[in-house]
Structure formats: C-alpha cells, structure tokens
C-alpha cells in the first residue's frame, strides 16, 4: 500500500481543457513533490513545497500551477497544454527536518503517477 | 549543477545470477546524498537503498549492495540472485546536503530484465 496517493490514474484532455491532478500524503510528511517522467528522459523536478510554501519552481511553465492548501494535499492544475506535456506526473513527500532543507537525508516516497495524454 | 548519468539503458540477467547497475555523478559538492529507485511496471517508484557521501562503508540492504567510490563519482547497484520481481527500471539519483536543497537529481534509467 502506497502512502502516497495520485488521482486520477489516467487522463486525457485536450489542449483547451482545465483539469487538475492531485496527491494525498499520509506519512506525516512536511515536503511535497511534483516530476515529470517523459519517455526516454530523466525524471524532472517541477515543484517542492515545503511546510505549505513553494521553495522551488524549476522554471515551469505557467500553463502549470500547483496549489498546496495543507502539508498532506498538493494539488496541479492544468490548462492550455501543449502535446508535450503528455507524461507521467509522479508526486513525492518526504519527511525533512528543518523548513530550509536541512538533514535532506530523508528519501521520497512517491505515488504511482497520473498518465496524461494531450489531444 | 549536478548531473547523473546512468550509461545503460538496458541490462538482463539469468534469474539467481548476480548483476551490476552503472552510476557516474558530476558534483563540486563533497557532502550530499545517493539514491537508487526502482520503478517497476506498476509505476510507483520505490526506494531500494541509499548511501550518505561521508561514510565511507557501502550501504546494503538485503540482495542489495552499492560500490560507492566517492573519488572516481561511482556509485554501482549490485543486485545478488536476482528474482523475477527485481524486473524494474532502476534510476540512480543525487540530492546535495547543502541546506535549502531538496530536489533528487535523476539519471536517465537502466531497465532491468530477469530471465528465468
């Protein structure tokens, strides 16, 4: 059983839809995570919200927008994408110790991603 | 910025047998952390063993076991009799130490195959 839970599973939308993905927590953890895995490339970080507050943006386009209401929801809100995006969008949550980082030594516990395909 | 490299994109190996997982890093870093995460066919991605830069012991778990070599930027999964569910794409990642750095760093993947 995973401790962090993605919905939806699936999605496809088109490129003039608005729809959101969101992921649950119950670890207790105070840092959230939102990836990227496109095929045949790394996995790439998007966002980092730590303590509710976002201490990272990977220079994400604006067509995403996370919101985190509360350290166990992080949702991303999608509009206006592009055939690119199309990917598994994998969230994250670690336990850290401190709000800057400090003892990151902590691994991440990941959901099991939402697949989006764009029309 | 660190990159990872993972320089295999595929492995297989006979079920029972023993198989080595390649992982470079570049870092001007000296204390931070390694990673390998397995992701098997149902997605979720699953830690299998980390090993912090300032120990100098290889970190083990099991049928699991890393060659970390610190100077040369190594750090190898070795995965011993090999099972049927190790079949998985494996990634190595870094994340430093440095205070208000909190993102994992991944390589690009090796899967994994178990032959049985």
């Known amino acids: 059983e995973t401790g962090v839970t993605q919905t939806p599973r699936h999605l496809v939308m088109g490129m003039t839809n608005k729809k959101s993905l969101k992921c649950e927590q119950h670890?207790?953890?105070?840092?959230m995570y939102w990836y990227k895995q496109s095929a045949k490339k790394p996995l790439e970080l998007m966002f980092v919200?730590?303590?509710?507050?976002?201490?990272e943006n990977n220079s994400v386009p604006s067509r995403f927008s996370p919101e985190c209401p509360n350290s166990s929801h992080l949702f991303l809100h999608l509009h206006t994408l592009q055939p690119e995006d199309s990917a598994l969008y994998l969230c994250?949550?670690?336990?850290?110790?401190?709000?800057?980082?400090?003892?990151?030594?902590?691994?991440?516990?990941f959901g099991d991603g939402t697949r989006l395909s764009i029309l | 910025a660190q990159t990872v490299t993972q320089s295999q994109p595929e492995m297989s190996v006979q079920e029972a047998e023993t198989v080595t997982l390649s992982c470079t890093y570049d870092?001007?870093?000296?204390?931070?952390?390694l990673f390998w995460y397995k992701q098997p066919p149902s997605r979720q991605m699953i830690l299998v063993i980390r090993?912090?830069?300032?120990?100098?012991q290889n970190a083990t778990e099991n049928r699991f076991s890393v060659n970390f070599q610190k100077a040369a930027k190594s750090f190898s999964l070795k995965i011993s009799d090999s099972q049927l569910g190790d079949a998985a794409m494996y990634f190595c990642?870094?994340?430093?130490?440095?205070?208000?750095?909190?993102?994992?760093?991944f390589g690009q993947g090796t899967r994994l195959t178990i032959n049985p």
């Open positions: 919200y730590n303590f509710k507050e976002q201490t």
């Open positions: 990642a870094y994340r430093s130490a440095n205070q208000g750095a909190q993102k994992l760093v």
């Open positions: 670890l207790g953890h105070n840092a």
């Open positions: 994250a949550s670690s336990q850290d110790r401190h709000r800057t980082g400090l003892y990151s030594n902590q691994p991440q516990h």
């Open positions: 090993q912090e830069a300032y120990k100098q």
């Open positions: 870092t001007s870093e000296s204390d931070y952390y």
